[in-house]
């Protein structure tokens, strides 16, 4: 998957001037004898000096037993908060200042682009990490700006060496955006860890949105139970089979585009659930009337609680061992033997079987309702099995704030 290890990846490198971001400051900082230095930090805390690298708690050169707390900028000689002046009268403490010059390795994101870019122009300040990449939606007025802004946001964020920015929308079809390398190295293969899980993805090639995990999670700890069948009908790479599945639930998970089925499949593999997942690449509006058919109108066999693992099984039997050498060393205490007991042959969770209930996940919210007419005379002339049950769909899509109520059922009628 992805690109060869062998094939040499482009890099963009913008380099900034250092002294372009050296400010000196004169800070207020508080004499303070190191045996009342918790409380007086805990009474002055908002005000503390907050800069990546600076320390805003000292020991006194010229005196070992006394800590010098610096202020920050906002805080001024002749106008000090009333906390500070309440502290230093409780304390008889004195005053002084400390000199320090702000350089490039203090500032924040933020610090750092307000002083690159020119009055009046936003400041760039949300982004979506994935892996090693951080992803910018950056604005027209950005674009003089975009290489330096990048720039930034890698040397700010250690664990981002590539940062990319967003051109145009993401494409209905596949889901892929175009993007353009703003800093760091052109490497889109990323690995991603949500909930337990892993995922590999190539991001020019496949869609993910990391705050989706939230969503992941109402369903699958919400809504999905081990009796159930989870049709994913644009699965992507998997975030939503993947962490059901790890919850035994069946799922069968589709899309379109050949490179997320890819991934798709490798990280099923990956996460060991392939005894539950099935992969497919088909087209969505076709894939649910396979299901439908091949599935969802079938005779519901009874759900049979999943075999435990051997490793489940080894800690279950080590776990009883440990009970019995306890219970014998009681017994040797107390000059009096108990039976031996092995409850160690228990294969099966001991749960009643239960009727399926399907599922049929429809997370594309910029077009997911045009594939709902899909369930209308999906079976044409097929009998109805007698335990046919009407299968839940969860359909997203995107409404206006002012009466999404409304407007997200006048597009599911549509749809249908």
């Given amino acids: 998957l992805g690109r060869s290890k062998m094939e040499e990846k482009k890099s963009v490198n913008t380099k900034l001037e250092p002294k372009q971001f050296e400010t000196p400051l004169s800070l207020v900082t508080l004499k303070v004898p190191s045996a ?14 907050r800069k990546p690298k600076v320390q805003p708690v000292r020991t006194d050169p010229d005196d070992e037993k006394v800590r010098l707390v610096i202020l920050g900028e906002h805080v001024k000689p002749d106008a000090l908060p009333a906390a500070v002046q309440a502290i230093i009268k409780e304390h008889s403490l004195t005053s002084t200042t400390t000199d320090i010059t702000v350089d490039y390795s203090h500032l924040t994101i933020e610090e750092a682009l307000k002083i690159l870019l020119p009055e009046g122009v936003t400041i760039p300040s949300s ?42 929308v ?16 052109e490497d889109y293969e990323a690995e991603v860890k949500q ?23 109402r369903l699958c700890s919400g809504f999905f139970g081990t009796e159930d069948v989870v049709y994913d009908v644009f699965g992507g790479i998997g975030p939503f089979a993947v962490p059901a599945a790890k919850q035994n639930v069946l799922v069968k998970c589709n899309d379109l585009n050949t490179h997320s089925y890819r991934y798709m499949c490798t990280n099923v593999t990956r996460n060991k659930v392939k005894h539950f997942v099935d992969c497919f690449n088909m087209d969505g509006r076709e894939f649910i009337k396979f299901c439908v058919n091949k599935w969802v109108n079938s005779a519901s066999p009874e759900y049979t609680a999943p075999t435990k693992s051997a490793a489940a099984l080894r800690q279950e039997k080590q776990q009883q061992e440990d009970q019995q050498n306890k219970k014998k060393q009681q017994s ?64 997203y899509t995107f409404a206006p704030s002012s009466a999404p109520l409304k407007e997200a059922l006048k597009q599911v009628y549509l749809g249908f």
């Fill in 195 to 217: 909930h337990g899980c892993t995922f590999q993805l190539d991001y020019s090639q496949v869609y993910w949105n990391s705050r989706l995990q939230t969503e992941h999670i």
């Fill in 332 to 395: 040797k205490k107390q000059a009096k033997d108990k039976p031996k007991v092995d409850n160690t042959e228990c294969v099966k969770v001991s749960e009643p079987g239960r009727k399926r209930r399907h599922h049929f996940v429809m997370n594309l919210p910029a077009s997911a309702t045009e594939f709902l007419d899909a369930f209308v005379d999906c079976m044409p002339g097929v009998e109805l099995a007698p335990d046919f049950e009407v299968p839940i769909v969860h359909c």
């Fill in 36 to 49: 009342v230095c918790k409380p007086v930090i805990a009474a002055v805390r908002e005000f503390l000096l």
């Fill in 170 to 185: 993401i494409d209905t079809k596949f889901r892929e955006f175009k993007m353009e390398l703003l800093a760091g190295v």
């Fill in 127 to 168: 982004y979506e990490q994935v892996g090693h990449i951080a992803h910018l939606n950056l604005k027209d007025e950005h674009t003089p700006y975009k290489f330096m802004i990048g720039q930034v946001f890698m040397d700010k964020i250690p664990s981002v060496k590539t940062v990319i920015n967003k051109l145009g």
